[in-house]
């Protein structure tokens, strides 16, 4: 009737009947079959056209039915009604007075709204629907029907859902859910989890409870989808198709937005817990990084942001504030030379920019049966912040110049490169041996700095790896997989390490090296002997700062003389902390000029003995033309005039183990190869430098560009 519908359309809040969003909070489960088709797409025959037109189908046909439903109970149901055949009009005495809508229709409802127990009426009778029907039970039978339905969907579709994020092996301990069973591959122990959460919930005994909290988890489930809807659109990935003519992200937002704030207004203390659960799981996949790829929005974004920063940056001028070592490291396999891939990791992590080149020299064809995802999971699983490429090239120079030409994006590009000393340049081709320092050469050339790591034992481990991997000694078991972030790894077989043309794997033992020890509270000593822009002083304060180098002390050696010692000292440390570099000690070398011992200077002419020209090649001091075929050849005449220079490495070297026989890690200004001086004299001299030392060693030389200044603004 129009007078009670006009009467029940205007609101009527009374005491006790909860806030809005009580009730709201009640009403909302009736609203949450929305995602049943997408719970189950995967037994749909067309889930992409069945699903939008299912669901906008179903919200229009349940909006309808719940309007005409309101407006039919809205139209003959008055608000308060004692449920009392005597309470007529025409009963009562004339005395008496009638108040309310019920008065119209004949009847005197006047004690309800004077606080009398009114069990009837639209805003009292929760069972209001099956007093208007024209049959009572099959209201309750509708009511069975509803429930019924809306859990058997939902006990269908979440145990799927469960089972597919158990077999993704993200989360610990879930994993016996995943098995499925029959034809189908119907999810049982999933369904038999599930119904127990329902029991429990059940077990509370008050719809007036449950229904919030069911609430709050649906509207964050809805909450996640909007946003994952609108931030995939924002990535602007290319695989983000969405076939929903209608769709928009800004109504994405919005839809994610409201819901968050729905689930505060209903019930705020089970939104925090919903929240903290969920940050909770988020930080778990964060920090596990499970091996499960699904072209998540995440790496679109994540894509994106390096793609436009990269950009950015290229209109940037660089300023020595900001100069950090970007490393290219001639690493070849990563999992061949593991402690010079360690060292570099340890000043370049979350600091700067580090690329393990490898070049293939011998067989072209190895370059597409190299696997590089498995050399990059190697690094991963080690924890090294790097990025790989492999690339052919005739030699190491001519891979090394092509590398340093084209490695990098914009200012994410090498300015270093690294590489590791040549132990066997007295027994290798020759050719090897020119081109190794013609690749020094050129990397000066391209404005590069220039560094080569040295240990006692080597840098590389293909023998050690051949002994490993030897099938006469092979274990009964194969070993575990020694990885802390669970990746899955394989091993290389020797022959593929051996001549570095098959496909590499990873080992399935991490070899360890001295980098990845703690260093305790010995020192680092800086033999600083040629200023070139502070690189020398800059590579171990990096170093100091990494947790394994924390407690270690960085001592400077520099040269000078016995009557300035003191000033040189205190201008030198003067220099140091306006460079606000924390170094323990500063001490003057004043005998660098002293002639070196003979047996020192024994040991450096016969390691240059098998590169000399004999006699007869020498004719009144005249190179013989041989010479010009063979650069690398030294002459009594160049030995001669580079004799000095000679000397004078030789007796740094007496120096440096003299000094640093318990230092963690030397580190020795590298000398600038020149145009006069033979590839062999050259790596003699290297050889002198860092001979006899038991720890590392690092020769270092900067490009002359100033990596640090006074400034702190």
């Not at 016996?176 to 369904?191: C, Q, S, T």
């Not at 690493?331 to 402690?339: F, I």
């Not at 980098?515 to 000593?525: I, L, P, W």
Request: proline share 5%.
């Amino acid at each position: 009737m129009r007078e009670i519908f006009i009467d029940n359309l205007l609101p009527d809040k009374r005491s006790g009947s909860g806030v809005f969003f009580d009730n709201f909070a009640i009403f909302f489960p009736s609203a949450i079959g929305i995602l049943s088709g997408a719970n189950i797409s995967g037994d749909l025959k067309d889930p992409e056209h069945a699903i939008p037109k299912g669901t906008l189908l179903a919200i229009l046909l349940t909006t309808i039915s719940y309007l005409a439903i309101s407006a039919t109970v809205g139209s003959c149901v008055i608000r308060d009604a004692t449920g009392d055949l005597n309470d007529s009009v025409p009963l009562l005495n004339g005395s008496d007075v009638c108040e309310g809508l019920g008065c119209g229709f004949g009847w005197n409802f006047t004690r309800c709204s004077q606080g009398a127990d009114c069990m009837y009426g639209l805003a009292q009778d929760r069972q209001v629907l099956r007093l208007v029907s024209g049959f009572g039970p099959l209201i309750l039978a509708g009511i069975f029907a509803a429930s019924l339905s809306s859990a058997l969907a939902f006990l269908v579709s979440a145990p799927k859902v469960f089972q597919c994020l158990c077999r993704d092996k993200i989360y610990p301990y879930i994993g016996f859910f995943a098995k499925g069973y029959g034809k189908n591959d119907e999810p049982l122990r999933a369904y038999v989890l599930t119904y127990f959460i329902a029991l429990a919930f059940i077990l509370i005994g008050s719809l007036d409870v449950i229904a919030p909290l069911i609430s709050n988890f649906f509207l964050c489930s809805y909450a996640l989808i909007n946003f994952s809807c609108f931030h995939a659109s924002i990535t602007n990935s290319p695989g983000w198709r969405p076939s929903f003519r209608y769709y928009n992200h800004w109504t994405a937002l919005f839809g994610a937005i409201i819901s968050v704030v729905l689930m505060f207004l209903l019930t705020w203390w089970a939104a925090l817990i919903t929240f903290s659960l969920i940050l909770f799981l988020l930080g778990y996949v964060t920090y596990k990084k499970p091996e499960v790829n699904w072209g998540s929005s995440v790496q679109a974004s994540t894509y994106k942001m390096a793609l436009s920063y990269s950009v950015s940056l290229s209109g940037v001028e660089d300023h020595v504030k900001n100069y950090r070592p970007q490393c290219l490291v001639l690493t070849g396999p990563p999992v061949l030379r593991p402690a010079l891939v360690d060292f570099v990791g340890s000043f370049t992590k979350n600091i700067s920019l580090m690329i393990c080149g490898d070049i293939l020299m011998e067989d072209k064809m190895a370059l597409a049966q190299r696997s590089t995802d498995s050399l990059v999971k190697w690094l991963n699983c080690r924890k090294v912040r790097s990025f790989y490429t492999l690339l052919n090239g005739d030699s190491l120079r001519d891979g090394a110049r092509t590398l340093m030409q084209a490695t990098g994006l914009g200012k994410l590009k090498p300015n270093t490169l690294v590489m590791g000393f040549k132990t066997n340049w007295r027994e290798c081709s020759p050719y090897s041996l020119e081109d190794y320092v013609n690749t020094i050469y050129d990397t000066f050339d391209a404005n590069y700095g220039v560094c080569i790591l040295r240990m006692m034992e080597g840098l590389d481990i293909t023998e050690e790896m051949l002994c490993e991997d030897n099938a006469a000694f092979e274990p009964d078991e194969p070993p575990q997989q020694q990885c802390t972030d669970d990746t899955a790894s394989t091993a290389p077989s020797p022959s593929d390490a051996h001549n570095s043309q098959q496909d590499h794997h990873i080992p399935s033992n991490q070899t360890t090296t001295v980098f990845q020890n703690k260093q305790g509270k010995r020192t680092v000593d800086v033999y600083w002997i040629s200023d070139d822009g502070g690189l020398t002083l800059l590579i171990p304060y990096l170093l100091t700062r990494r947790k394994r180098w924390r407690h270690c002390k960085v001592r400077v050696f520099v040269v000078g003389q016995q009557q300035t010692i003191e000033e040189d000292r205190k201008e030198m440390v003067c220099l140091l902390q306006s460079f606000r570099l924390d170094v323990h000690d500063v001490i003057v070398i004043t005998d660098s000029e002293r002639p070196p011992l003979a047996k020192s200077l024994m040991r450096f002419e016969n390691s240059i003995a098998p590169f000399r020209l004999r006699s007869g090649e020498q004719e009144g001091g005249i190179v013989h033309p041989g010479k010009a075929e063979s650069p690398w050849r030294v002459s009594d005449k160049e030995l001669d005039a580079l004799r000095l220079k000679s000397e004078r490495k030789v007796r740094l070297n007496e120096i440096i183990r003299r000094n640093s026989k318990h230092a963690a890690l030397v580190i020795v200004s590298l000398p600038v190869p020149q145009s006069d001086c033979p590839s062999s004299l050259y790596m003699a001299w290297l050889d002198s430098l860092t001979f006899g030392l038991h720890c590392p060693a690092l020769l270092i030389r900067g490009n002359q560009q100033d990596v640090l200044t006074f400034y702190c603004q």
